[in-house]
DNA sequence: CTTATAAAAGGACAATTGTCCCAACTAAAA
DNA sequence: TTTTAGTTGGGACAATTGTCCTTTTATAAG
């Protein structure tokens, strides 16, 4: 449920020593939005610590949560490779502290540092990798057999997150959510 | 629906030229199973020509179709990154004409081709941006909505796929596509 | 030509999920 | 304190989707 890439993130604080330019720490509060879908950025993140939401809105309003991130995720990467629009949100539910780097960096990176691009190759990989089963399950089975995989793995998740989000992640309403707890207890 | 990647395969075609000996050209025939779930390969395969589908199939014997994969697209790749057992099924849904080449100077080819290296990058991604939409839009809209969308940018894939394949792909039952595509007449 | 086997189509019913409400509670703002 | 907005919870009903079955047609195999 939420994403982490510690591996990467240990790189990342090597990098940071080394190119002491390359690397900007930011931080944000709760509900800061750090990226828009649809926009034309400059440059790309990785969390350093916290929790994100990366979502997709469409036009009616509905919010589709494709992941948490948690340290050592990186986003708004796929854009240096597509070169088009941001194609999600991004916001903090937790306090974050992020690593920002351009895209020109992070390329120069990519063409000269042989350790990076075997780094990103696996974080590219591993996202396409976690969206493939968790796609065909989610599509395959019914809301309480998702919800009961949930709790497996994340015995508490709501504590951690709001009904909504887990309601968006899980692509149902807030109701149907509500009502399949309800009959798990 | 069906993905390809033409600049890959034209840049593969050269390849071919160039490393004599990393690729080998292979052919499989409709229904032919070129790559199983859960197995250990030590090669991987770019499609010359002709379609496959690429599914999960789960303990219930249910197939959750992710991609169809045209010319230039790579299949098998994500074990090279992630060292793990393959995680999806493909198979040949027309005569299918394949490059087949080993982790081993696939890897190397990612070390020492840097237009090599980039393009895998973009084809990673790709497969990245393509996967988010379509598992959001799946899961937040009717399957009418589905349907309609289909249509559009493939009005005739009820003539190309079989009803069976096209339920698999939009994750729900024959019974459903049937039914919904009456209404829509 | 027969016989399996797979693909397509749809009826009848049940289960699941969504829509539209309203109510209670909390936390923050005025 | 009052007000406002956000979160949680659930009733009642409607719409959507799945399950189970049967029939027909097409296709491949013997």
Do not use: W
Request: hydrophobic share 35%.
């Amino acid at each position: 449920m939420i994403r982490i890439n510690p591996n990467f993130l240990a790189y990342i604080e090597i990098l940071v020593q080394k190119h002491l330019d390359y690397f900007i720490l930011e931080e944000y509060a709760t509900r800061e939005v750090i990226l828009k879908q649809n926009k034309h950025y400059h440059s790309l993140y990785i969390i350093k610590s916290g929790i994100t939401k990366c979502y997709l809105s469409d036009e009616n309003g509905k919010d589709f949560i494709q992941e948490f991130l948690g340290e050592g995720m990186e986003f708004g990467e796929l854009e240096v490779f597509s070169g088009n629009l941001s194609f999600c949100n991004i916001e903090a539910i937790s306090n974050v502290k992020l690593y920002k780097i351009s895209h020109k960096n992070y390329t120069s990176l990519l063409e000269n540092d042989s350790v990076f691009n075997k780094l990103v190759m696996k974080s590219l990989a591993a996202k396409i990798a976690y969206k493939a089963p968790r796609h065909s399950f989610q599509q395959s089975y019914s809301i309480e057999e998702n919800i009961i995989k949930l709790k497996k793995s994340y015995p508490n998740f709501d504590k951690i997150f709001s009904k909504k989000d887990i309601a968006n992640y899980l692509g149902i309403t807030l109701r149907s959510l509500n009502r399949t707890l309800n009959n798990l207890n």
